[in-house]
């Protein structure tokens, strides 16, 4: 249990939908930027590689062949992925990557748990994986992306009512450089959900245990969190290929419905 000195409340359906709302906005801009942002050209080029002449073309040749070996998102690569693989490069890439800051705390061993931090963290990272599985099924509109992460990660199943209203963030362009920042800023938006944040996936047991040891407590949050990450996916695909005629979602995820039957691993 996290110390604070600030009062406990109940917090309603709207308060809850009201945070998430927020958090899907700037989960959103971040997407945006992970799979958009191409600021030199160079995943329009892997469609088109060996077009520039001379030595600068073959450098950007070169630096674009890196990033289709990554997968990024726009690709050459990245359109030839299904949607499970693309869902599986959500996870094991930028979830997989963000969880090393979820698992920081731990090198500080059980005084990590007397902070809010990491679970803080971890339910940024979740949150931004599951709004990245939500786009893969072509689910962008904000209010059905608030009732899943509610699901997943809040264990509350909100009803339109809670969720189709409210002002929409608003954001100044975002940049690379500017991500570290917006992340902070998600987690801090996600703060507002106050005892939310412990509903959401953990690391198992044996993880938890480990993760009371200094220094090597890092490893197994890390490794836990990991696993949670997983999880939490999962339960995101499952949720929405349950909603029938309950939300809004394109015909491709009634399609989707027989093709999914094993969870991510």
Request: proline share 5%; glycine share 10%; net charge negative.
């Amino acid at each position: 249990m996290g110390l604070s000195v600030m009062p406990k409340a109940h917090l309603s359906d709207a308060d809850v939908a009201d945070a998430l709302r927020r958090a899907v906005s700037a989960a959103g801009v971040i997407l945006d930027v992970l799979a958009e942002a191409d600021p030199l050209g160079l995943r329009r080029r892997t469609h088109d590689l060996g077009a520039g002449a001379g030595c600068p073309g073959q450098v950007l040749d070169i630096a674009a062949r890196v990033l289709d070996c990554a997968d990024l998102p726009g690709t050459q690569s990245w359109e030839g992925k299904d949607r499970k693989a693309r869902i599986h490069w959500w996870v094991r890439r930028v979830g997989a990557l963000d969880t090393v800051l979820v698992a920081f705390p731990g090198v500080f061993g059980v005084l990590a748990n007397r902070l809010p931090i990491q679970d803080l963290l971890g339910f940024a990272n979740q949150a931004l994986v599951l709004c990245a599985v939500a786009r893969e099924y072509g689910i962008t509109d904000t209010p059905t992306q608030v009732r899943l992460l509610a699901s997943v990660l809040c264990e509350r199943e909100l009803d339109k009512s809670s969720t189709a209203t409210g002002p929409e963030e608003s954001w100044p362009e975002l940049s690379e450089r500017s991500l570290v920042g917006k992340l902070w800023h998600l987690a801090g938006i996600l703060n507002a959900v106050g005892d939310e944040l412990g509903k959401r996936p953990h690391p198992r047991k044996i993880f938890r245990y480990f993760g009371m040891v200094p220094w090597i407590g890092a490893v197994a949050g890390y490794l836990g969190e990991y696993g949670a990450l997983v999880r939490a996916a999962s339960a995101a695909e499952a949720w929405i290929l349950a909603q029938d005629n309950e939300v809004d979602v394109p015909e491709a995820v009634a399609d989707a419905r027989e093709a999914v039957s094993d969870p991510i691993v």
